[in-house]
């Protein structure tokens, strides 16, 4: 049994002190897997030195986080298409990109031109999304909407929406990514994981935050993987080696993993 971790900033600093550790403990919780998302150009060089430690393990995306998109978001876009034009790199997805405007709506309008942009670039280099929605999920899927084709595809990160939405965003080509929210009594992400397909859904831990309920309040780490896949198990009445072989095809099919 292994488990593919869709969504994880194991280079932040919050793991400076104990990276290999964290990643010993992973790998003894049968996590094998683990896709890393990119924020903006300050986090590139120790995203990518991660990946030349571990190459069979950790796998890179490259975008512009949302709440990344500041003055100089020409700038840093200018980075990421550099970086997914070299032909020496290899990256899984776009992402993580998306709309924030929990944290600051200053640059809602640039935000909203930089999802774009990089919805454009994926579709052109046929790459799936990962995609942050906070507070922006209806604004999010208004926009893929506009731009529905059958090259789209991708994850909603930390799926946070409701059942119509999960529906929408199913029918659009993506999957749900389901991270520690769901083990947190009344989250309303229960629901949505009840009445929807395994098939449509992914793990992943969003570490170093969101921790799953019995870390709540600490660190999330790739190796709480597992309590998430439990929970999943538990809520569809299903073993959790299902849970486990089909969420890990599903990452497998998305991403192009080897």
Same mark, same amino acid.
């Given at each position: 049994?292994?488990?593919?971790?869709?969504?994880?900033?194991?280079? &932040?600093?919050?793991?400076?002190?104990?990276?290999?550790?964290?990643? =010993?403990?992973?790998?003894?919780?049968?996590?094998?897997?683990? /896709?890393?998302? &990119?924020?903006?150009?300050?986090?590139? #060089?120790? *995203?990518?030195?991660?990946?030349?430690?571990?190459? #069979?393990?950790?796998?890179?995306?490259?975008?512009? =986080?949302?709440?990344?998109?500041?003055?100089?978001?020409?700038?840093?876009?200018?980075?990421?298409?550099?970086?997914?034009?070299?032909?020496?790199? +290899?990256?899984?997805?776009?992402?993580?990109?998306?709309?924030?405007?929990?944290?600051?709506?200053?640059? #809602? +309008?640039?935000?909203?031109?930089?999802?774009?942009?990089?919805?454009?670039?994926?579709?052109?280099?046929?790459?799936?999304?990962?995609?942050?929605?906070?507070?922006?999920?209806?604004?999010?899927?208004? *926009?893929?909407?506009?731009?529905?084709?059958?090259? /789209?595809?991708?994850?909603?990160?930390?799926?946070? @929406?409701?059942?119509?939405?999960? #529906?929408?965003?199913?029918?659009?080509?993506?999957?749900? @990514?389901?991270?520690?929210?769901?083990?947190? +009594?009344?989250?309303?992400?229960?629901?949505?994981?009840?009445?929807?397909?395994?098939?449509?859904?992914?793990?992943?831990?969003? &570490?170093?935050?969101?921790?799953? &309920?019995?870390?709540?309040? +600490?660190?999330?780490?790739?190796?709480?993987?597992?309590?998430?896949?439990?929970?999943?198990?538990?809520?569809?009445?299903?073993?959790?080696?299902?849970?486990?072989?089909?969420?890990?095809?599903?990452?497998?099919?998305?991403?192009?993993?080897?």
């Amino acid at each position: 049994m292994n488990f593919v971790d869709t969504h994880t900033h194991l280079y &932040a600093e919050e793991f400076d002190t104990d990276r290999n550790e964290v990643i =010993h403990r992973a790998l003894e919780n049968h996590v094998s897997t683990l /896709l890393l998302p &990119a924020i903006d150009s300050a986090y590139h #060089e120790k *995203l990518l030195c991660l990946v030349s430690g571990f190459p #069979e393990l950790c796998f890179p995306m490259m975008g512009l =986080h949302p709440t990344s998109v500041k003055e100089n978001f020409r700038d840093e876009l200018v980075m990421v298409e550099k970086f997914l034009l070299n032909p020496n790199l +290899k990256f899984y997805a776009v992402g993580e990109i998306g709309i924030d405007f929990y944290w600051d709506k200053s640059f #809602e +309008k640039e935000q909203k031109l930089v999802f774009v942009h990089q919805v454009e670039v994926a579709l052109s280099l046929s790459l799936p999304l990962e995609i942050h929605t906070r507070n922006s999920m209806e604004v999010t899927l208004s *926009l893929l909407e506009e731009r529905k084709s059958p090259n /789209l595809s991708g994850v909603f990160h930390c799926f946070s @929406g409701n059942l119509d939405q999960a #529906e929408r965003a199913i029918a659009l080509g993506f999957r749900l @990514g389901i991270g520690g929210v769901v083990t947190y +009594k009344n989250s309303g992400l229960q629901k949505v994981v009840e009445n929807t397909g395994l098939e449509h859904l992914l793990l992943e831990t969003d &570490a170093p935050w969101l921790p799953p &309920a019995p870390y709540r309040g +600490k660190r999330n780490e790739p190796s709480y993987l597992p309590f998430i896949a439990k929970k999943i198990a538990e809520i569809k009445n299903i073993p959790l080696e299902e849970v486990a072989a089909i969420t890990s095809e599903n990452a497998r099919t998305l991403f192009k993993l080897n």
